[in-house]
């Protein structure tokens, strides 16, 4: 019976800890300028003026900056105080759900959106747990866990910002959870948001079809399907084709950034003497670097293929598709990041009889240490370190492939024993 005093304990423990993280995080990000969360609101904005052909103008020169006319007027109108709107590059749905958001002061919008990713972190990292981790989502794990989380720079980032990481990674970890309950058609439907604002998750998709989970990856493309009707009905056509053009655009292009850790910028970076990592810069990636890329996709998904083939294991699946998702694409900000959680808590999680599990999660803590200063930049106090540190997440994703990878390996060797 000791062991229920020892629960409770932990549970009050968890709040607790829950309670001082969110409330840090609220001081200290109360006033943040989100940068990000103004591509939405500003978009909103123009969208709800007419402005629908100009949701998507941006520099010529500048991933991020919509300095048109348009944009900066509506900007003034709301009170974003920053050097220019970050530029839209969502879908054009998107703006028209935020319509209600662009009626009121950004400052305002922006705490509203602050408080609301807190929400969505706490939810998604507890749902991280139940899904990869079972085992350990018990209230002193978690209580350790959201202890961290003030030093993790992926989400704070992501808070600091106003990005819509937070719900991306609960609306995946949530698809993750009801696939495992059998609920495909449904797990299906959720993911699909996920997809039609990012469109990377579609490794997670894929990986869904090698495991014959029909029923799910049909209920992305209904989802798929009914958004995009959706969108084209509330907004037009002509929005969702620009949309089109500039998600190509983006596939095309590279940006050697300090926020920018997916493979493209990593290797392109060391292309550059002296690389300008304050601009965001759209630069062309070399060709040796496009076959590199594309030769560490190809190799990933045969090893997918191959350690998968008796027996198809939808934890490590999902761990090579995030790993896909943080350094196949040619962007992959910081806060992105965030998804080495659900890595780490695979490795750790299917350790089994292989190495001891306390070795494998002091490689993984070690690893996820490499996403906090003064390894990576802090993102609200920048200062331009040397390239190599500023890759960090790139190295400890690049970490975790090779720690996954090899854990997959022994279990598959197991398994032909």
């Not at 106003?162 to 059998?182: C, E, M, S, Y």
């Not at 995030?322 to 910081?334: C, G, K, V």
């Amino acid at each position: 019976m000791a062991w229920r005093p020892w629960r409770a304990a932990g549970w009050a423990v968890l709040a607790l800890v829950v309670a001082a993280w969110a409330e840090r995080s609220a001081r200290e990000l109360w006033d943040s300028p989100g940068y990000d969360l103004s591509a939405l609101v500003v978009g909103a904005r123009v969208l709800r003026d007419g402005g629908s052909a100009h949701l998507y103008d941006h520099n010529d020169r500048y991933y991020n900056i919509a300095d048109t006319p348009v944009f900066e007027a509506a900007a003034h109108e709301l009170g974003f105080v920053g050097y220019a709107p970050t530029a839209f590059v969502h879908p054009p749905l998107l703006a028209a759900a935020a319509e209600p958001m662009a009626g009121v002061p950004f400052r305002t919008a922006m705490r509203a959106w602050l408080l609301a990713s807190l929400v969505a972190t706490v939810a998604g990292i507890w749902l991280a747990f139940r899904v990869w981790a079972p085992r350990w989502a018990s209230p002193w794990p978690l209580a350790l866990a959201f202890a961290l989380l003030g030093w993790f720079e992926p989400v704070r980032y992501a808070l600091w910002l106003g990005q819509t990481t937070p719900f991306i990674f609960l609306d995946v970890a949530l698809a993750v959870w009801l696939l495992r309950r059998k609920r495909d058609v449904a797990a299906g439907l959720v993911l699909s948001l996920s997809v039609f604002l990012k469109l990377t998750p579609l490794a997670l998709v894929a990986a869904w079809a090698w495991r014959r989970r029909t029923r799910a990856v049909l209920g992305v493309g209904a989802g798929l399907a009914v958004l995009t009707l959706l969108s084209v009905a509330l907004v037009g056509v002509g929005p969702n084709v620009a949309y089109a053009k500039r998600v190509a655009q983006i596939a095309g292009i590279v940006l050697v950034t300090w926020n920018n850790h997916s493979l493209p910028a990593l290797l392109t970076r060391w292309t550059f003497r002296e690389p300008d990592l304050s601009t965001f810069v759209m630069l062309t990636p070399p060709t040796w670097v496009r076959i590199v890329v594309l030769a560490t996709g190809v190799v990933m998904v045969a090893l997918a293929l191959v350690l998968t083939r008796r027996r198809r294991d939808g934890a490590l699946l999902d761990a090579l598709s995030m790993l896909a998702i943080l350094l196949l694409p040619s962007i992959a900000w910081t806060h992105y990041f965030v998804f080495l959680v659900p890595v780490a808590l695979v490795a750790c999680s299917r350790v089994g009889s292989g190495p001891p599990r306390a070795v494998v999660a002091a490689a993984c803590t070690a690893l996820l240490a490499l996403c906090v200063r003064p390894w990576i930049t802090d993102q609200t106090d920048f200062d331009p370190l040397h390239p190599g540190s500023l890759a960090a997440p790139s190295y400890a994703a690049l970490g975790l492939l090779l720690l996954v990878s090899g854990i997959g390996v022994w279990r598959f060797r197991r398994q032909g024993a």
